[in-house]
């Protein structure tokens, strides 16, 4: 037998399996939190950071890669010498800069106490206003690229943070001999290879496989430090998922206590790598992976325009398909927000008592509830909106607040509000052209919580398959790495080969009740008008922010 390693790299920690590739059994699994976590307010140091700041340690994501490996390999007593691959997701876009020797330029002494020498992660969105000067000079300009993304380019992408990088750290941008996103880095660290993935390039960095990147005289238009930046910082081979970006070498597979011989595949992300695990395979079927946020996943036949999408990319997520992505910037981050913060001890108390958590007893009230009995609409953008609105500057809100409104009826429609989220999303597809005919849904918040899932069906009016697998992105991730080591060596030639043994497993469906979906199709009416007014006419969320941080508020 033959085996394959997946790790995935999620916003607060990495899971890893390894995964026999004849069968697709899981013989081990394992968990590792980031040692530096996520640095939202201050460095180390008590370096103070700005607003909507998120960032890390370059070397956290490679010292738990080898805690990952090593707990692997002790769980399942397997030989390494039988570990043919290993597939890497990471969140996207997260990057880094690093020196000529691939090494992340917070390690070094001079620029420990500079934030901007750190990874940026996805959900740094510091960088807004950078997003708005691209976004106003693109449209000017009238580029082409914009219309693969949906209209807007996003911060969270990689200009923006890079053009933050320029304006506000141009020592940092210097120094940097490369920026890559951080799965990117680990695979050309891992191999001794620069390579980049085709789909974190082309969601993320503005690039296309037919047009490749603008030409030098935009990014001037951007910055005048920016014309080279393309020849200089970003200029790496880039290749497609499912290739090999190489082998181990001698010192890193001394460390994970693997072989030379191992296969490492080309990086994926964490929510792209998904419809391989669970065995799409045709135009029209959407992928939800649902976490701290929400990244939408679609298969087409053909290239259409659609306003509001993070992008889309000729085989970015399966060979053979446009793959899209559309996203919500934060889901199961609402739910830990409201569990934080807007409960009281009665209710830690009653759950105590119960022998459950605060979460299962949350659910089990909810789930008394009748659609719309709360009288409640909220938006779901505590953490901005990423489709279709593109803007990080709005923030969450709830309607129909009464003196008599419970924690529960608070909680549920928080739920309801991405659901709505993810049908506005839909929707747009639809309605520019692009089928959705099947939903499948992964992460554990799909596994977790029924309650969650038939309000997600009954509110978009689909069936939703939910995929069984606990590690999904990991899982994927090791097909990808059965993939890269190829036939020869016990694994697959074609990632479709290798979707077709591994990628069908057993899920549960969520149909939509009529009774609810009448409901939540008035309830949706409002959540529009809502989502129209406060997203697009109104600027109070904008004013707000604004105020809040003149007066020193995270």
Request: aromatic content about 8%; hydrophobic content about 40%.
């Amino acid at each position: 037998m033959k085996y394959s390693i997946g790790i995935d790299y999620g916003t607060q920690n990495a899971r890893a399996v390894l995964v026999e590739v004849g069968s697709g059994k899981v013989v081990a699994g394992t968990e590792q939190s980031y040692p530096h976590g996520v640095m939202e307010s201050e460095l180390p140091s008590g370096k103070k950071l700005g607003p909507d700041w998120a960032i890390q340690f370059g070397y956290d994501y490679y010292k738990m890669l080898v805690l990952s490996v090593r707990d692997l390999i002790n769980q399942s007593r397997v030989d390494p010498k039988l570990i043919i691959g290993i597939g890497i997701d990471t969140t996207s876009c997260t990057i880094l800069p690093l020196d000529s020797q691939l090494e992340p330029l917070n390690e070094q002494n001079v620029f420990k106490n500079n934030p901007h020498a750190y990874v940026k992660m996805w959900k740094h969105h510091a960088a807004q206003g950078q997003a708005n000067q691209l976004n106003k000079i693109a449209e000017k300009e009238k580029m082409p690229f914009l219309k693969r993304y949906g209209g807007k380019i996003s911060s969270e992408w990689m200009i923006p943070k890079i053009m933050q990088i320029v304006e506000e750290a141009p020592e940092v941008y210097d120094a940097a001999a490369y920026f890559l996103e951080v799965g990117d880095w680990l695979v050309s660290k891992l191999t001794n290879h620069l390579v980049k993935s085709n789909v974190m390039t082309g969601y993320k960095a503005i690039w296309s496989q037919p047009e490749g990147y603008p030409d030098a005289s935009f990014f001037s238009l951007l910055n005048p430090k920016l014309n080279n930046v393309i020849s200089e910082k970003l200029n790496v081979p880039i290749l497609n998922v499912g290739n090999c970006a190489g082998f181990l070498t001698a010192d890193i597979a001394k460390d994970m206590g693997l072989t030379q011989q191992t296969a490492v595949a080309v990086a994926h992300t964490d929510a792209c790598v998904v419809p391989a695990a669970i065995g799409m395979n045709r135009a029209g079927q959407m992928a939800m992976s649902i976490g701290t946020s929400t990244c939408h996943l679609l298969l087409g036949n053909e290239e259409k325009i659609v306003p509001g999408i993070c992008g889309m990319v000729q085989d970015g997520t399966l060979p053979g398909f446009i793959s899209y992505e559309a996203g919500q910037a934060s889901v199961g981050d609402v739910f830990h927000w409201f569990v934080q913060n807007c409960l009281n001890s009665e209710f830690s108390k009653e759950a105590s008592e119960k022998g459950i958590d605060v979460y299962q007893l949350l659910e089990e009230k909810a789930q008394k509830l009748k659609p719309g009995q709360s009288g409640l609409v909220a938006l779901d953008w505590l953490n901005g909106n990423r489709s279709v609105l593109v803007d990080v500057d709005l923030s969450g809100m709830m309607v129909g607040l009464n003196l008599h409104t419970t924690p529960e009826e608070m909680y549920r429609a928080f739920i309801e509000a991405t659901a709505f989220g993810t049908r506005k999303i839909i929707k747009t597809f639809e309605t520019y052209g692009v089928p959705v005919d099947e939903l499948f849904a992964c992460g554990g918040i799909s596994t977790k919580s029924p309650l969650i899932m038939q309000i997600y069906a009954d509110v978009c009016h689909k069936e939703i398959h939910v995929s069984n697998l606990p590690q999904t992105s990991a899982y994927a991730s090791a097909i990808y790495g059965a993939t890269a080591a190829g036939a020869s060596r016990g694994g697959y030639d074609k990632i479709a080969d290798a979707v077709g043994v591994l990628g069908n497993h057993e899920k549960k469906a969520y149909t939509p009740i009529p009774e609810n979906t009448r409901i939540y199709d008035a309830l949706f009416g409002i959540y529009e008008e809502m989502h129209d007014f406060m997203g697009m006419q109104s600027n109070a969320m904008k004013k707000l922010k604004e105020i809040r941080k003149e007066m020193g508020g995270a």
